[in-house]
């Protein structure tokens, strides 16, 4: 008898409701709570779409999904990271109180692509993907 393993888009669910996340966080008028410190938003983007690309990560790598290249899976998930990002601060335009900045995405980017870097280092399995 085999194990039981859920279906695949299961593992969706935490990427997902984390996006939902940064959604509704962005939709506030002004981040709760103000921290009176210059840039300290980025290092929280950073933070923020590091798990965000982690997430995607991991929900690309069910036991049941067929084999990928870590490299495409990794990929793949800075990209659409990165793609959420922009959204986010395009999003944030038409937010009363809230700003839209190029230097917030980029921060997003890197925080996704340090995390795409740290899957690659320390995911088990070797160079392909379940």
């Known amino acids: 008898m ?3 393993t859920a279906p695949i888009w299961l593992r969706w669910i935490p990427a997902t409701t984390y996006a939902g996340l940064i959604f509704v966080a962005s939709s506030l008028p002004l981040p709760a709570p103000y921290i009176p410190i210059p840039q300290i938003d980025k290092p929280i ?3 923020e779409y ?4 982690l997430l995607i990560c ?9 084999l990928r290249p870590i490299k495409k899976v ?8 990165s793609l959420y990002g922009v959204s986010d601060e395009v999003h944030q335009y038409f937010v ?6 190029v230097s917030d995405w980029l921060a997003d980017t ?3 692509s340090l995390a795409g870097f740290l899957w690659y280092r320390w995911k088990p399995g070797g ?3 379940r």
Do not use: D, Y
């Open 110 to 112: 890197v925080g996704a």
């Open 58 to 66: 991991w929900a690309q790598s069910h036991p049941n999904s067929p």
């Open 127 to 129: 160079p392909e993907v």
């Open 96 to 101: 009363p109180n809230r700003c839209s900045e």
């Open 74 to 81: 990794i990929f793949f998930s800075i990209i659409a990271s």
């Open 50 to 53: 590091a798990v965000l690309c």
């Open 2 to 4: 085999e194990p039981f």
């Open 45 to 47: 983007h950073l933070l």
